[in-house]
């Protein structure tokens, strides 16, 4: 399996996470509400990409994947 980038726009900001998933295009498939990025941001660091991977990956079979990288996020400290 291969980690997509992912992030999901709410109106007031943006959440990001990692989908496991053989292809961006079964993310896109399973998960049509994520935004799928094909590079990591210019501005992402390293650290950034870290973080969201212990705290945000799912797979892309999770039922709940958008709901995980809410939760992840809201429990994220200083957010």
Known sequence: MNE???AYEYGAGRVW???E???MGAVRDALPELEIYAAV???ML???LDEIR???LVSVSDENAVDTIFE???LRPNS
């Open 41 to 43: 941001p210019d501005w």
């Open 46 to 48: 390293p650290t950034d």
């Open 4 to 6: 997509h980038l992912v």
């Open 54 to 56: 212990s705290r945000a």
């Open 72 to 74: 992840a996020a809201r």
């Open 21 to 23: 998933a053989p292809s």
């Open 17 to 19: 996470g990692l989908v």
